[in-house]
């Protein structure tokens, strides 16, 4: 598994990014969503990889995602930020137009 950061991207989360959270994690968001299969992809900031962690290769950060919510993915996909809001998207679609930046570190 891929995730290319765009240059837009990589400025936003470095000024985001706090320095206790050295991860960036790929997470299949299912909060208020009812079970399980029903969710968002979306990113966040965390302090440390789980031993359930895959990396998820990128030049830029350490990145990771559960290998439970990894089918969730696609294997290669591109994070772009648009002056307000981060998308994920991928070759067969977008995976989540609007993460919010509050989202980075709930």
Excluded at 78 to 84: A, C, E, K, M, S
């Amino acid at each position: 598994m891929k995730l290319q950061i765009t240059k837009e991207a990589i400025s936003k989360l470095k000024e985001l990014q706090p320095h206790s959270h050295s991860i960036l994690a790929l997470k299949y968001d299912t909060d208020g969503c009812g079970c399980g299969v029903n969710g968002m992809p979306t990113i966040e900031f965390k302090m440390e990889q789980d031993k359930a962690d895959k990396l998820v290769e990128n030049d830029v950060f350490t990145v990771t995602v559960h290998y439970h919510q990894s089918v969730f993915f696609a294997n290669k996909m591109r994070l772009d930020f648009n002056g307000q809001t981060f998308r994920l998207s991928s070759n067969e679609g977008v995976l989540n137009p609007f993460i919010s930046i509050n989202q980075l570190t709930a």
